[in-house]
């Protein structure tokens, strides 16, 4: 019987795990840098917290199940609400900020193409307690380090739920209305908008994109609304302090955002090589959703890399990745120095990567062996040796072999592994 894995997942085998986990590693170790700290939230949630208020496209392809006690379950299709909700649980008495991320699996039910999983992986970090521009720059600034750490070309692009909302309260918009417009933003429908809203100067604030001069231009547009002009105030802060820092950016006011958390400042990376699926990060502020799970009024801002797309677009750009070597094979040339030969490696593995043959082979095919798998060093255990004290160390790349006794053995090869 042969079965074959579900639509949109992947295997990964060793060396893709190895480049995997190289990329993870960079990641999160500027992650922690900056002093966020690791959390896992369970892969299986209440379908309810994302229905509240994720959005109607990850309402649409959300993989939804009952249990055997008649819940209605899901896997997680993202991991903000899942944070909101073990903020109110566990999170909440935390000093402020409390900064979090997150690396693991995400489920959407979508259509499967190049960059587009069912099953695919986000990195995350959300920075719950803090309502300040500082904050959202702050984050911004984490994501674009991410990308320079991997020395991967990306561009950015901001722009500002919160804008476009109050614009719209101010005009007297109700919530549905302001989510349709929203998600027509995100599904780039933006001849829709019309039908929705039909006011010239929504239509005319979605379609600012650029750098220079747009969020004066967007101040004239807004004159007299006098709640979305305060919230171009406050955008125009958080540039200022990516400024500072040297951030490239443009500027979108039409931008969406697929998700309907989201209150303010939002932004999106995309990289070079990737075709359509070519956003590797979104992100923004979410003041609203950890109140909305029970909690006490917590703003918060956050992004997610698409680690998948990340991998892609390193590949595509042409990052190298270190290779995994071994520095070590053992080589036991017959049964009785079986037992000698295994404490030698076991002596190894306490500083290198070692391996020993486990397939009883003669010795040229122990080295052939060794070469395929890029060894430095080989370690002929024999009985002649053994009597001895002894082992032959070889060198893989000159081919030089010599004793050594075993007792300085560790020795020699840190001295000639360096
Ligand atoms: P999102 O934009 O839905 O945001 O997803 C973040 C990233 O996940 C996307 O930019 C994309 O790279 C990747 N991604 C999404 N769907 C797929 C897929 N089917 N296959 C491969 N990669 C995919 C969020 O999920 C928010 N929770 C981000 C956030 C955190 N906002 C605030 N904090």
Redesign the pocket.
């Known amino acids: 019987m042969k079965v074959t894995k579900p639509r949109g997942t992947r295997d990964f085998p060793p060396k893709e795990m190895h480049e995997r986990n190289h990329a993870k590693e960079m990641i999160e170790s500027l992650f922690i840098r900056y002093n966020y700290h690791e959390i896992l939230s369970p892969t299986m949630e209440h379908s309810q917290l994302f229905r509240v208020k994720s959005g109607e496209e990850i309402g649409e392809h959300m993989y939804v199940f009952q249990d055997k006690g008649g819940r209605e379950m899901c896997l997680r299709p993202?991991?903000?609400a899942s944070v909101c909700r073990m903020f109110v649980d566990s999170l909440r008495d935390l000093k402020k900020p409390v900064k979090v991320y997150y690396s693991c699996p995400m489920f959407?039910y979508?259509r499967p193409q190049k960059?587009?999983?069912r099953e695919?992986w986000?990195m995350?970090v959300?920075l719950l307690g803090s309502g300040g521009w500082e904050a959202d720059s702050e984050v911004i600034y984490l994501a674009c380090k991410s990308m320079e750490a991997l020395s991967l070309e990306f561009t950015l692009e901001i722009g500002h739920i919160g804008v476009l909302r109050n614009l719209m309260t101010d005009m007297d918009l109700d919530d549905r209305i302001q989510d349709k417009v929203i998600y027509y933003l995100d599904t780039e429908e933006e001849d829709k908008l019309v039908d929705v809203v039909g006011d010239e100067t929504i239509l005319e604030l979605v379609k600012l994109k650029g750098s220079d001069g747009i969020l004066e231009k967007a101040g004239s547009i807004l004159e007299g609304y006098v709640r979305a002009q305060k919230t171009i105030g406050e955008l125009s802060d958080v540039v200022g302090l990516l400024d500072a820092q040297g951030v490239k950016y443009t500027i979108n006011l039409g931008m969406g955002?697929?998700?309907e958390y989201y209150t303010g400042v939002v932004f999106?990376m995309r990289v070079k090589g990737l075709g359509a699926e070519n956003?590797?990060?979104?992100?923004?502020r979410?003041d609203e959703l950890v109140e909305l799970f029970g909690g006490p009024p917590t703003p918060a801002v956050?992004?997610?890399?698409?680690f998948?797309?990340v991998l892609d677009a390193m590949k595509e750009q042409g990052v190298v990745f270190p290779e995994r070597k071994v520095d070590v094979l053992v080589a036991p040339v017959s049964r009785e120095v079986w037992a000698d030969a295994f404490k030698v490696a076991s002596r190894l593995r306490e500083n290198f990567v070692t391996d020993i043959d486990l397939l009883n082979r003669k010795l040229g095919k122990i080295l052939d062996y060794g070469n395929g798998l890029g060894a430095r060093f080989v370690v002929i255990v024999g009985s002649e040796e053994l009597s001895r004290g002894e082992v032959t160390l070889k060198d893989m790349s000159s081919g030089d072999q010599s004793r050594v006794e075993i007792k300085e053995l560790v020795r020699e090869l840190s001295e000639r592994l360096g």
């Open positions: 993202e991991a903000t959407r979508e960059g587009r999983y695919f986000q995350g959300e955002r697929g998700l999106e956003q590797v990060c979104g992100g923004g979410y956050g992004f997610a890399f698409g998948d797309r």
